[in-house]
């Protein structure tokens, strides 16, 4: 009796070792994949950085292109109305 116990003792141990390892494998594989990916995914990472510097340089050309003409008509609408300001109060005087 006690032979049969102890051999199912050490059927079961296999069968936990087993499903022990399953994630352990598992998480073996994905470390390895995550190690193999990482020189690809620094490559993808630096094009995609110099695509975003250039998407950035556009919208900064764009935002120039559509201020520049409020910018002026606001200069000038403040330069006329300084001296016409101080026309004005050199006059009261």
């Known amino acids: 009796m006690g032979t049969a116990r102890d051999i199912a003792l050490i059927f079961l141990s ?14 073996a594989g994905l470390a390895y994949g995550v190690y193999r990916l990482r020189k690809l995914a620094k490559q993808y990472l630096k094009l995609g950085q110099v695509y975003a510097q250039k998407a950035h340089a ?6 120039r292109a559509v201020v ?6 606001h200069t000038a609408t403040r330069m006329s109305t300084t001296i016409l300001e101080r026309i004005v109060t050199r006059r009261s005087l």
């Open 58 to 63: 556009y919208v900064e050309q764009a935002s």
């Open 14 to 27: 296999l069968e936990a070792l087993v499903m022990a390892l399953i994630p352990l494998v598992l998480l």
């Open 68 to 73: 520049k003409p409020l910018i002026r008509a």
